[in-house]
């Protein structure tokens, strides 16, 4: 019988603690996501997916979906959120893409930003200016809204700080009404956002739905068990993975009691690390199979987005892959170790290096800018075959016909 069985908890090594979280993410064995519709259910099983307009290889949303979707498109991705609706743009861990389903709980988050736009002097008649605009000419961006000037703002998307900026006038009203949730994202052209009314897109249904948080406590539970079925296994400790959760240490130990009480997430112990780890009650079945040595962990290669949900807690990474990863773009250039662009290379349940591919899709190539395996990795026949695989399939994620290495 395993101490979880008794009430308490079980312990578990951390490969087994590696290899719950990869297979949990789909990022080990078989695949589990394929196509649109797999982009889509790993969205929802995460919850949300952080958006970020970087692109170098790939914006870290596409890098995300592409490593653990079979067969996955970026036009995929544009679909879900554009035509099909079923994604949104909204914040969550900071500027995210999540289930347009989860849109009746955070109406406490769009409550708060319409109290606090209302706090701004001519910002509500501004608000009613644009939405007579927006009624009767459709999307519009910053620039083709016809409201000119600026004020000091502060973006309720951020409403956890407390600071102003002078704004340009029409960018910033747009930002109020789509945080207000009255506007959503109709599309981007580049970073361009072009905003619409939500209610175009949207059923009354979906908009107008009661909060099935009952209190805001309630709503914190509710996001602190999406962020720990995001990472599959996540620690009792401070962490990144719960960015955007307004928790101090006593609140995220009530929290974790109170679910574990309730048998909605289970706690297990991992040798040689102190703080107990947590996972979602309907994950059992795959702990066991890790625990047992049943699951399928078929080996594959994946190169891992920054800022991926894998990569939220980089020193709960560190503590159990012995793998120390910094995302260097705002690294000033002298100081960068690896590059501007890295993503960190997954094979089997090991973190195995890291590698920088910039795709040049004006001439159809993907050129790889350095690649850095571990020390204690040995370059066998096995290693490079799987390299040139994922390469192959890289490149055509990114429209790119052939790849050039340019590392010695």
Known sequence: MS??????????????????ILAKQGLIGPYRFIGKEGACAYVRQAGCIQFDPVDVCGKNAELTLQSRVKGFRKTMLQELLYQDRKLVDYADKELSIWPAEDWPYFSSYRERSRETGSTFDGLEDLKVEALAYIEENGPVCSDTLPIEGEIYWHSS??????WHKKSQAARSVLE????DGVLIIHHKNGSRKYYDLAKRY???????????CKDEEDFLAWRVL??????????DKNSTALLGISLNAEKRKQILADMTKAGIIYPAAVEGIKPLFYYRAEDNALMQAVVEGSADLKPRMSFIAPLDPLMWDK???????????????YTP???????YYTLPVLFGDQFVGRIAPVSDRKEGILRVKGLWWEPEVRQTKKLQAALERTLLAFGKFNDCRSTELLYS
């Open 315 to 329: 020193a709960m990474i560190q503590a159990l892959w012995d793998f120390q990863y910094s995302w260097e773009i």
């Open 333 to 339: 250039a002298v100081k960068r170790k690896y590059g």
């Open 176 to 179: 109020q009404l789509y945080t």
């Open 202 to 212: 949207f059923p009354e249904s979906v908009l107008c739905a009661e909060n099935p």
């Open 157 to 162: 998307m951020h409403w956890s700080g407390n």
């Open 226 to 235: 999406r962020r720990i079925g995001a990472v599959g296994l996540l620690w």
């Open 3 to 20: 101490r979880i069985q008794e009430g308490r908890f079980r312990t578990i090594t951390k490969l087994q603690a590696r290899q719950f």
